[in-house]
């Protein structure tokens, strides 16, 4: 499985927010994506599962199944949790591994994993903000997708938490995913990529083949 | 399947919590239809006649009433944005959430109509048509107001402008649901004329309601 993007441009509006972008990740292999605030780099993950618009190049997957998009062999870990606080942690996570197709009813190793194990019955409005994105993060382990799409997912997580998701990202990425971080910092993983979205100065009006930062690296 | 059994069981789950919908539209129903009596009197004869229309136009604020937070609400938390990564069609996906909404606004104000009805002098026939017409036509008040809740999702406050865009489009199935109420008991026409119509207006509504609102939704998102 090999996830391509050629020359990706993004517009908000008038704003042309970055251009000019490639990136190629393959199973078993991390891209992390760093940039100053709005370089873009969450415009990017929400481009790769099509919930934003790509304004030029192209996104390819080769290796995946025909019959779906990227989207839908994708998790999206984005700023917000997705969770609603009138249902309890179990059942949130219950939802998302049902809609998401999961075949095993368990979620009691879900939630172990993610440290929540003890807490199934309370209702997520109780969370914190970690506990909540832990919630989240169970979920990628309870319907396993292929692709990973992380926006800064070590964010309000303590220093335990963050070693024990960067052990969950390795054993995704021994299983043959692949996983797009976009971090200001590090996310604990040796050996990903580097994507860096930097632009020399913010330009109002992105021109053809100019313009935006340039920054890739090789496979 | 099991994607769209889940999302119909979680929006039920949502709707019947503390904060959710479900009581708050039977209860508004419950207390406008308590109102009106009170405010034109005593008339028997008067009450007995406008009854149906007076039912009909309280379940239609009701079903309103939630109606802005259908999506609004999966979009400020960020669900909206995986709903959309799912293996199921946006167009079912909407129409489960639709049935969803029906389920639990739309029927208790249908099983509580014969009850408030009484308070409107109404008699066991009236009752029973009212109670067909409304089991009939609230489906498609909710298809219907799923389009506007769509279009209305990004923007703060949208619930007037939900009201402004869904309102003049129920105006058929209000027109034909209160008819075919009022046929029955009344005359001259017979009561399957207006309630056919009524039928036909649900189904087409089942159909139209779920495009048009993944319509909106992908243009949002575009």
């Given at each position: 499985m090999r996830l391509t993007g050629i020359e990706l441009a993004c517009r908000r509006g008038e704003r042309?927010?970055?251009?000019?972008v490639s990136f190629a990740v393959a199973s078993g292999e991390a891209l992390t994506i760093s940039g100053r605030n709005g370089a873009g780099k969450s415009s990017l993950l929400r481009m790769v599962i099509g919930l934003?618009?790509?304004?030029?190049g192209r996104l390819t997957l080769e290796?995946?199944?025909?019959?779906?998009?990227i989207a839908e062999q994708a998790h999206y870990l984005g700023h917000?949790?997705?969770?609603?606080?009138?249902?309890?942690v179990a059942e949130n996570l219950r939802f998302w591994a049902g809609f998401f197709g999961a075949?095993?009813?368990?979620?009691q190793t879900p939630l172990e994993t993610v440290g929540l194990g003890a807490l199934a019955?309370?209702?997520?409005?109780?969370?914190s903000a970690g506990q909540r994105r832990r919630l989240s993060i169970a979920r990628l382990i309870a319907a396993p997708r292929p692709i990973w799409l992380l926006d800064e997912?070590?964010?309000?997580?303590?220093a335990a938490a963050q070693e024990h998701l960067a052990d969950l990202m390795r054993t995704h990425l021994t299983g043959g995913g692949l996983i797009l971080a976009a971090s200001h910092?590090?996310?604990?993983?040796?050996?990903a990529q580097q994507l860096r979205l930097d632009q020399p100065s913010p330009s109002p009006v992105v021109g053809e083949g100019r313009g935006g930062g340039r920054d890739e690296k090789s496979v | 399947m099991t994607s769209l059994a889940a999302l119909l069981m979680r929006d039920m789950r949502i709707a019947v919590r503390?904060?959710?919908?479900a009581l708050m539209g039977v209860l508004f129903f419950l207390v406008v239809v308590t109102l009106i009596p009170f405010a034109i009197g005593p008339d028997l004869a008067l009450l007995k006649h406008i009854g149906p229309a007076i039912l009909w136009l309280a379940a239609l604020l009701a079903s309103l009433?939630?109606?802005?937070?259908?999506f609004a609400g999966d979009h400020d938390d960020g669900s909206l944005d995986l709903i959309l990564m799912g293996r199921a069609p946006l167009e079912l996906v909407i129409a489960v959430k639709g049935l969803a909404h029906w389920l639990t606004t739309g029927l208790p104000l249908v099983i509580s109509a014969p009850l408030i009805g009484l308070l409107l002098n109404l008699d066991l026939p009236q009752e029973g048509a009212l109670m067909l017409t409304l089991f009939v036509g609230t489906p498609a008040l909710t298809f219907i107001g799923l389009i506007g809740a769509a279009i209305a999702?990004?923007?703060?406050?949208g619930g007037l402008l939900l009201a402004v865009i869904v309102l003049p489009l129920t105006v058929p199935i209000l027109i034909f649901g209160v008819a075919a109420a009022n046929a029955a008991v009344t005359?001259?026409?017979?009561?399957?004329t207006p309630f056919t119509i009524l039928c036909a207006l649900t189904l087409a509504s089942l159909v139209v309601g779920p495009f048009a609102a993944a319509a909106a939704l992908r243009q949002d998102f575009e």
């Open positions: 042309g927010v970055f251009a000019d934003l618009h790509i304004a030029a290796g995946g199944d025909p019959d779906l998009s917000q949790d997705a969770l609603k606080g009138s249902l309890s075949q095993s009813a368990d979620l019955g309370l209702p997520a409005a109780y969370l997912p070590t964010s309000t997580l303590d910092g590090s996310i604990g993983l040796d050996g | 503390v904060g959710g919908g009433l939630a109606l802005d937070r259908l999702v990004t923007l703060r406050r005359g001259p026409i017979p009561f399957g």
